[in-house]
């Protein structure tokens, strides 16, 4: 099931308490560097659930290890801080044993796609009904600056001093290549949009996993900000939005289409010579149940493209967790007695005996 929606508890008889981003808040000091934009993220979600009037009791928060996973700590829900990279197997347990919970997955870009690799691609393949926030720094910020699976080609940290040897994870394309239902990329600088995209996924049945591009600004400081910057933002990202075309720039003059090849083309968009009709631009359509296209728009990248922000992939299947449900409604139907000794003891038994 989606966020669950509710007030906070009043008296018996007595109106809903409305509660304020305040009453998300915990009692816990916010330990991340001066300027980090993990508090960012932090203010967006703690407005966003006060914004949707999301049930604390019935919310939980799971983490790994690194910066992005003090954030339990910082809500005012219950939370667990587990061990590194095994936050989404933790959660899964949680969700398929609790299905009532609004479960949420914090990681970051080495916690998530390094050591829980595997277990990130198989929660997102079985469409368990979580939501995953990955901050994505480009950097190991908690063991200063090592490089991550995300980190550029080239460079240097103190793990690669002659610079990174290997390519990068794309965080998108690697959740569009499980199949996951609901992929989404937004900005920690971008107020706005960052609050409109986490609502997304609260809303979402099913895996939603959303990256966000975030600022490390003790070892991995403006590495996106060639995207990011308020003087460049309009000509270097496209904004998604559903059955509009493709266009960015600041007057919205460049385009985005397809060839025959199913290959991007970045083009100018007008009628006058050299210049691309508005009706041969792509139109974006996040529903789309065949995920090439959201996995073409994931590949997009700055110089040769803009980045895409927004949300690339949003399809409604059945959730591991309501599956599961389902199957355990079958067995206990089906099942002659409910009790533990008559489960331990169905079957084929056999004694056998005692040594002369």
């Avoid at 929606?5 to 007595?14: A, D, F």
């Avoid at 998300?24 to 000091?29: G, N, R, V």
């Avoid at 796609?113 to 480009?138: A, C, P, Y």
């Avoid at 590949?299 to 803009?306: F, H």
Wanted: glycine share 10%; proline share 6%.
């Amino acid at each position: 099931m989606g966020a669950e929606v509710k007030s906070g508890n009043g008296s018996e008889g007595s109106p809903p308490i409305k509660l304020t981003k305040k009453d998300y808040q915990s009692d816990q000091d916010v330990r991340w560097c001066p300027g980090c934009g993990d508090y960012a993220i932090l203010a967006q979600v703690q407005k966003v659930f006060a914004d949707l009037q999301i049930d604390r009791d019935k919310t939980v928060f799971v983490s790994g290890i690194g910066c992005s996973s003090r954030f339990p700590y910082y809500m005012n829900t219950y939370g667990l801080h587990g061990i590194h990279g095994r936050a989404p197997a933790i959660a899964t347990g949680l969700k398929v044993s609790r299905p009532d919970l609004n479960v949420w997955v914090i990681t970051g870009d080495g916690d998530a796609l390094s050591i829980g690799g595997n277990h990130l691609i198989h929660v997102m393949r079985r469409n368990v009904d979580l939501k995953i926030l990955l901050f994505n720094n480009r950097i190991y910020g908690l063991t200063k600056g090592q490089y991550s699976p995300t980190s550029e080609v080239g460079k240097r940290t103190p793990s690669t001093p002659f610079g990174v040897p290997d390519n990068p994870f794309n965080p998108l394309s690697v959740a569009l290549g499980t199949g996951a239902s609901f992929v989404a990329r937004s900005v920690d600088t971008d107020i706005p949009h960052l609050q409109q995209i986490i609502k997304r996924a609260a809303a979402h049945h099913g895996t939603a996993f959303v990256e966000v591009f975030q600022n490390c600004n003790v070892f991995n400081d403006l590495t996106f900000i060639n995207v990011t910057a308020k003087e460049v933002k309009d000509e270097r990202q496209v904004v998604l939005e559903q059955g509009q075309p493709l266009l960015f720039g600041k007057d919205k003059q460049k385009g985005i289409r397809t060839n025959r090849d199913g290959v991007a083309e970045v083009v100018e968009v007008g009628d006058g010579p050299g210049q691309t009709p508005l009706s041969e631009i792509a139109v974006h359509d996040e529903a789309r149940a065949n995920p090439a296209y959201a996995f073409m728009l994931s590949q997009l990248d700055y110089p040769a493209y803009p980045v895409p922000v927004g949300v690339l992939r949003a399809v409604e299947v059945p959730s591991y967790d309501s599956v599961v449900q389902a199957q355990g409604e079958q067995a206990r139907a089906r099942a002659k007695s409910t009790s533990l000794e008559a489960l331990w003891n169905q079957g084929d038994t056999w004694d056998a005996g005692t040594r002369s």
